[in-house]
């Protein structure tokens, strides 16, 4: 299942790309992860693999999981807060511009 959910208190979800037929998985990356999670647009610079667990706190929000390379773009249009967000890569690589 490609997206699974729980509400209560906390509300938590799963994003695996991997269980999405591959021509979805772009979009559904980029909807729900992007614009819905971190506000952001991504584009995928190659294959396209997230597996996410976000947990929704009040007042704060973590992600927690495996993703691809893709370039972000911040655009106005999502800008909906002063929210901060912090990626922190545990293995891997990852560059900001």
């Given at each position: 299942m490609p997206?699974?959910?729980?509400?209560?208190p906390t509300a938590s979800f799963r994003l695996m790309?991997?269980?999405?037929p591959e021509?979805?998985?772009?979009?559904?990356?980029?909807?729900?992860?992007?614009?819905?999670v971190l506000k952001v647009d991504l584009d995928p610079l190659g294959p396209t693999h997230v597996d996410m667990q976000v947990r929704a706190l009040p007042?704060?929000?973590i992600a927690t999981g495996?993703?691809?390379?893709?370039?972000?773009?911040h655009s106005t249009s999502l800008i909906d807060s002063d929210d901060l967000v912090l990626?922190?890569?545990?293995?891997?690589a990852?560059?900001?511009?």
């Open positions: 997206v699974t959910a729980t509400m209560g790309t991997d269980a999405l021509r979805d998985r772009v979009e559904v990356m980029r909807e729900v992860y992007g614009r819905t007042g704060l929000g495996t993703c691809s390379e893709f370039r972000v773009h990626l922190v890569a545990l293995d891997g990852s560059v900001m511009k």
